[in-house]
């Protein structure tokens, strides 16, 4: 690992992990992009079936094959603002969210990301209470945790994705949880799991245990900047040929407080 040569030691990330970087930022802007351009075609072809259901029969073929045509850019734009996620930063939209709403919303964007070979299962808890996010960054988390799922199981599997309630105070994977209630969404996979070294290092920016070229390493980082900044805890356990099991702790927003305080 590189380091500076100033008065103290400080870690400089090599020549081909920054270009690699740079281009993941090229990327992103690109995708960013696309994906606005996208939102707004999307945008006027549901503008445009909702002026011809004015001029057919209520009920008929036609009306019903342009409610059709509606749903189906709907979900396209839907999908399509998960891409934003990956797209320059923007400022958040923090409001009070569903978790169970959040993650159907994101699932057949999750199909796509893990394929065919890995069965992705969704147990929805009950009586979660809301909390205080912008929902693309539900959205973004669940993207890196099922991208990091699909690397563990290059043969297939399974990524099964729960949602509870916990209160604060109680160990979590042997780390104590803060106070007052919380969302658990837990993301487990059944890969080829990790060792306690590299559970030791996962959330360190351009670590990965993938070969070169392959991955920066960023994505479990940009997680944990995230919970940091939405005051998550984030839980792993992992042991080799066992799979892995991600539990991310989330504060609710309680009755008497404003979803956008």
């Known amino acids: 690992m ?3 040569s100033g008065d103290s030691a400080r870690w400089v990330p090599s020549e081909g992990q920054l270009r690699y970087a740079a281009r993941m930022e090229i990327l ?3 995708l960013g992009g ?3 351009d996208f939102a707004n075609l999307m945008m006027g072809i549901m503008g445009h079936a909702d002026l011809l259901r004015t001029e057919v029969q209520p009920g008929s073929d036609q009306a019903r094959d342009l409610d059709t045509l509606h749903s189906l850019a709907e979900q396209g734009a839907a999908l ?3 891409l934003f996620a990956f797209g320059p930063r923007r400022r958040v939209k923090v409001a009070a969210v569903d978790v169970n709403s959040a993650i159907r919303d994101a699932t057949a964007m999750l199909e796509r990301l893990v394929g065919e070979s890995i069965e992705l299962e969704f147990k929805p808890g009950g009586s979660l209470g809301r909390i205080r996010a912008d929902k693309s960054e539900i959205a973004e988390a669940l993207m890196i945790l099922a991208l990091n799922a699909r690397d563990a199981m290059p043969e297939g599997g399974r990524l099964t994705i729960e949602t509870g309630r916990a209160e604060g ?4 994977g042997g780390h104590p949880v803060g106070p007052g209630r ?4 837990t993301v487990s996979d059944t890969g080829c799991g990790m060792s306690e070294e590299t559970l030791e290092r996962i959330f360190e920016p351009f670590f990965s245990t993938r070969d070169e070229g392959e991955g920066a390493g960023l994505g479990l980082a940009a997680l944990d900047a995230v919970a940091r ?6 839980t792993v356990r992992s042991k080799p040929g066992r799979g892995t099991t991600f539990q991310l702790y989330i504060p609710c927003v309680l009755e ?3 979803p956008c305080g």
């Open 229 to 234: 900044a939405r005051n998550w805890e984030v």
């Open 80 to 82: 399509t603002q998960q």
């Open 169 to 172: 105070g109680a160990p979590a």
């Open 182 to 185: 919380h969302v658990m969404v």
């Open 2 to 4: 590189p380091f500076d």
């Open 256 to 258: 008497n407080e404003s």
């Open 28 to 30: 992103g802007r690109l």
């Open 34 to 36: 696309a994906a606005h």
